[in-house]
Each structure stands twice: as C-alpha cells, then as structure tokens.
Nanobody, 126 residues
Framework: QVQLVESGGGLVQAGGSLRLSCAASGRTFGNYAMGWFRQAPGKEREFVAALSWRGGNTYYADSVKERFTISRDNAKNTVYLQMNSLKPEDTAVYYC???????????????????WGQGTQVTVSS
C-alpha cells in the first residue's frame, strides 16, 4: 500500500509558476513509476507528465511540454511537478499517481496506476 499526498497548489496569475509536491509513504517508493494527471470541471482526467522509477525516462502531454518538469527524489519519497508559464487552461485539480513496475518505464494511461493522491487545486487567473 502506498499513500500519496499532494501539496503546493494555489492561485497564480497567468505566466507565473508553481511547484507541486507529492509525498509518498508506505511501500518502497523507488519501485514505482510516478505520474501527474489533472481534471478540470466538466472534463475527464487527463495525463500531464510521467517519470520512471529510476527517473531517467520522462514523458509529457503536448500541452505542457517545455513548460512543466517532473522530477523525483527517492531519498525523500517525493515527486515534483514544476510548472512554469502557467496558462488559464492549466486550471484543474492535479493528482499524483503511482504505478508498480519492475521496469524503468513511464505510464500515461490512468488505468495503469495503482495508487492516487487526493489532489491539489491549481487555479490560473488571466
């Protein structure tokens, strides 16, 4: 069992930055590929970014490429999402998720993930 707790959300103006954190507890954090997803009101949950358990492989949704960066610190059991040049369309609840895997892969589909956090709200004003 892995528990995930997101933090770092808030209200920011367009063009600003936020860094989300996801603290994991429970089983060995290093055995999990990690991902960030988001869900805006009235929309389906969508993939944002993913990171392999060793951290060497990353993958981003086209909408956030060159603006967002996913990273992890396995010693701190934490994964981060640095968000720069934020746009109003980035407004959503952001969720981190953990995918148990023996391979150094990334996962982009929500149904591949085994554990989810409760989410943190990000609001970008225009």
């Amino acid at each position: 069992q892995v528990q995930l707790v997101e933090s770092g959300g808030g209200l920011v103006q367009a063009g600003g930055s936020l860094r989300l954190s996801c603290a994991a507890s429970g089983r060995t954090f290093g055995n999990y590929a990690m991902g960030w997803f988001r869900q805006a009101p009235g929309k389906e949950r969508e993939f944002v970014a993913a990171l392999s358990w060793r951290g060497g492989n990353t993958y981003y949704a086209d909408s956030v490429k060159e603006r967002f960066t996913i990273s992890r610190d396995n010693a701190k059991n934490t994964v981060y999402l640095q968000m720069n040049s934020l746009k109003p369309e980035d407004t959503a609840v952001y969720y981190c998720a953990a995918h148990s895997t023996s391979f150094n892969i990334v996962a982009t589909r929500p149904d591949r993930y085994d554990y989810w956090g409760q989410g943190t709200q990000v609001t970008v004003s225009s």
